[in-house]
């Protein structure tokens, strides 16, 4: 099983669309999580920290499930700028080293 | 954003070219990563190092050579590449090895 995996996609929703998606963690003793945007042919940035108690951001919100051990995005209101690849990062706690999932494509179109 | 810089930013070399890679912080950070991404793919961890010592080499073949000599610079010595070595290769650095990770632009690197 793959440390972090996520739905590699693509998602394509309309503009104006919610659209949420799930990321599933093997180490069960993870502590730091964070979702990261990528732009086609670009460097991954930061998006958001992933806090036990759910972190909103604007039309952003990333929640922690331990029980599951999966981590959600959710985006209200898509926008076409927010077509990009949304990668998944925990820490593997074997050295507390961050494990970056394969991404999930989303794509708005109008 | 010029916290971590990354040059050049493309390199075209031959299969017998030597060639490095340079990557530089301004961040104050500790921990510094070369990632391999190739067309598509998910991003590849090859070196990790931590206070200028190297924690972690993914399996990485020895034609490339990374090279810590301080902590806010870290390079990768490319010889005798291969083709499909042709990928974006990007560096990042976190305070400490569990924060976040802010990433330079890359080197998009193609070989012949």
């Known amino acids: 099983r793959k440390e972090v995996e996520q739905d590699p996609g693509p998602f394509n929703v309309p503009e104006g669309a919610t659209v949420a998606f799930n990321c599933t963690y093997s180490n069960s003793a993870s502590q730091s999580f964070f979702w990261y945007r990528q732009d086609c042919r670009k460097e991954p940035k930061l998006l958001m920290s992933?806090?036990?108690s759910g972190n909103e951001d604007g039309r952003f919100t990333a929640q922690l499930n331990r029980a599951s051990q999966y981590i959600s995005l959710l985006i209200r209101d898509s926008k076409l700028s927010d077509s990009a690849t949304y990668l998944c990062v925990a820490d593997n706690n074997a050295g507390n080293m961050l494990t970056f999932g394969g991404g999930t494509r989303l794509m708005v179109k109008p | 954003e010029t916290g971590v810089t990354q040059t050049p930013r493309h390199l075209v070399m031959g299969m017998t070219n030597k060639k490095s890679l340079k990557c530089e912080q301004h961040l104050g950070h500790n921990a510094m990563y070369w990632y391999k991404q190739s067309a598509k793919k998910p991003l590849e961890l090859m070196f990790v190092?931590?206070?200028?010592?190297?924690?972690e080499n993914n399996s990485v073949p020895s034609r490339f050579s990374p090279e810590c000599p301080n902590s806010s610079h870290l390079f990768l010595h490319l010889h005798t590449l291969q083709p499909e070595d042709s990928a974006l290769y990007l560096c990042?650095?976190?305070?400490?090895?569990?924060?976040?990770?802010?990433f330079g632009p890359g080197t998009r690197l193609t070989v012949l």
């Open positions: 992933v806090y036990s």
């Open positions: 190092y931590n206070f200028k010592e190297q924690t």
């Open positions: 990042a650095s976190s305070r400490d090895m569990y924060n976040e990770q802010f």
